[in-house]
């Protein structure tokens, strides 16, 4: 399978999944802005959004949205510590978690990602993102991991969307739980192993 991604985008949650369950995907950089692959080829031949991160099965099939993704593999893999399988209460809860996340943090996020957001909206958009992030700190406070005390496929979502206020300029710092938490994360051989792939492709972007 192929993975189509962008450093510094929620493609970052589906490569964790998946070195999580150790499933070997092909990973395929693409230019998001210049909506471009590597060979230069239209990144709508795959996408027609001009969005990552996609996903080609062995099949041919495409799926896009990260949420959707990471449900497929889990499913398809058997992955229950990472989403629980169906009518079983806690895979709703982590769900949960997860449409919070896509829809509500990575929505604050998006306005300080675009150019042509106005300066003047700047300092609300941070505002809407520190809400989020205080509220997140505020459950961590009770719990190592969103759904209690075991790491699952919404917590690799929420590292790397929360991951973006390193971006900003956010200091996490100043939500100890929260700060915490995505220390725990990023200590995982499966984040270190995707952040990794993500630096490589940010020095060969460099050098190029």
Known sequence: MKLYLTPHTCALAVDVVAREMGVALELVWVDVRAKKLGDG????????KGQVPALETDDGQVLTEAAVIIQYLCDRHGADALLPRSLDMDRYRVLEWMNFLGSELH????????????????????????????????????????????????????????????LQAIDLARWPSLHAYLRRIEIRPSVQAARAAERAELATRAAA
């Open 107 to 166: 929505k604050s996020f998006t306005p300080l990602f675009r150019a042509n957001t106005p300066p003047e909206y700047r300092d609300i958009a941070i505002a809407n993102v520190q809400r989020r992030l205080a509220w997140l700190d505020e459950v961590l406070t009770t719990r190592s991991y969103l759904h209690g005390e075991r790491f699952t496929a919404a917590d690799a979502h929420c590292h790397a969307i929360a991951m973006w206020a390193e």
């Open 41 to 48: 080829s239209d990144l709508h031949r795959i996408n027609p």
